[in-house]
DNA sequence: TTCTGTTCTTGAACATGTTCAGTTTGAGCC
DNA sequence: GGCTCAAACTGAACATGTTCAAGAACAGAA
């Protein structure tokens, strides 16, 4: 356990991280995850390999670096986003927005962080090390929620938000892997889904559905443990 | 391109490369495939490195195999199982049995097929790859469901088999990182998911429902390509 | 300034997936 | 038997993620 991030370094010290950084960031981005080298990496830095090693646990390491600076500088977009309106379907929309907008260009990136499912693997979205991130992100749509004249179902609370992350989480895996020109099918694939997931909660918290609810959210609480 | 699947060997050629193969699948259900080494393989197999490369392009090629073996081996045992009975859910449950009976005693190296979403990778179950295997798959549940007594809308036909597939898809990559004693909650999962299957199946079929049934068929098609 | 301990940095070494130039084997033919 | 050629096999070499023993740089104490 070498990573550095979490010490108080000097200032000269934590230039060199973020060279290091940057170097790295600068290739996945050109030449994508998988082709770039620790070697090309520290070169780039002008450093020894092993100093890549200091400052970064792993390869992986740098791709949860950059996971964590994107969470860190999307709060304050997310933040303005959820101002704009208090329409349910146009919170879930903005925050999608954001999101797409801000990696647009590290697409290739988000890959090597979308390509795991086992909970037990560092870079998935479902593990321990991304906890923190995830939590961030399902308390966003807890407050898109909240925040928007849509009424819902107070058992749905602590269940709702959580589901709408797994929404986003399908939807951008959608859109790393969607080659339409601009993305386009990306954009149509959120204009059909909204409409229909908004008007599922808003049908869901009928009282005549109370029992259809109660049997989903069962199996929600097993699944989510 | 040096997989030797496709060629009509000699029996002693034929001989070596069930030895490595052998040897491969008892490493990994020993020790994970992620610790076994190529030259563990080798070793076991009493050959030298290159020869497992000369039967199998890769490592991920065992795993590869594997599914091939196993989705060969299972057919019979799901034609039987759908011989059962004509009720849909049962029908289902049936399949499901089959495949997580089969699966049981190397759990672990399943993991190493359902680690990746990336329909990129060869050991993705959504990839080129493994494509035959996906769509004999998705035959035998387009079979479920039209020898079983419930009648599903005209419209539903092409998608429904592919979503129940998906949904086994899901079962099964909840079954592979169940940690409860003997997996009792993927048995409850399966209980409770399924009723609400059949039923929403049943539900969806409603001349009422058509409407709806169209938008979600819209959804599933932009998804689908 | 000199000493001391910590922080940084280095580059060689290691493990492992993979490649490949070569050697051995064996079947078919004379 | 001896020859030929493709199939089967070998093991050294390579690329790359990672480790680590050793040294350099530096901050603070004496």
């Known amino acids: 356990m070498r990573n550095r991030t979490d010490v108080k370094s000097t200032a000269k010290s ?11 960031l600068a290739l996945f981005l050109d030449g994508g995850f998988e082709t770039t080298t620790m070697r090309d990496i520290a070169a780039k830095a002008g450093v020894a390999t092993g100093a890549a090693y200091y ?28 101002a704009s309106s208090s329409d349910l379907r146009k919170r879930l929309a903005a925050i999608l927005d954001v999101k797409l ?5 590290s697409r290739r990136l988000l890959k090597a962080l979308a390509a795991h499912v086992d909970p ?11 906890k923190a991130i995830r939590d961030q992100d399902i308390a ?3 407050l898109a929620v909240s925040g ?16 709408l992350w797994m929404y986003q989480m399908g939807v951008i895996l959608y859109w790393i892997h969607d ?8 954009r149509a694939l959120i204009d059909k889904s909204l409409g229909i997931i908004v008007r599922l909660i808003q049908l869901s918290s009928l009282p005549l559905m109370s029992p259809v609810r109660r049997q989903a959210l069962e199996l929600y ?5």
């Open 140 to 142: 966003c749509f807890a």
């Open 148 to 163: 928007s004249k849509t009424r819902v179902a107070a058992d749905m609370d602590s269940a709702l938000p959580r589901l």
């Open 120 to 130: 037990e693997h560092p870079l998935s979205p479902f593990s321990e090390a991304t």
């Open 14 to 24: 934590e230039e060199t991280r973020q060279k290091i950084f940057s170097a790295a």
């Open 179 to 186: 080659r339409s020109a601009d993305q386009e099918r990306t």
């Open 221 to 225: 609480r097993l699944v989510a443990e």
């Open 55 to 82: 400052y970064f646990a792993s390869k992986d390491a740098f791709v949860l670096a950059f996971y964590e600076k994107s969470a860190l500088e999307m709060a304050p977009l997310l933040e303005e986003a959820l």
């Open 101 to 105: 907008a801000y990696f647009a260009a």
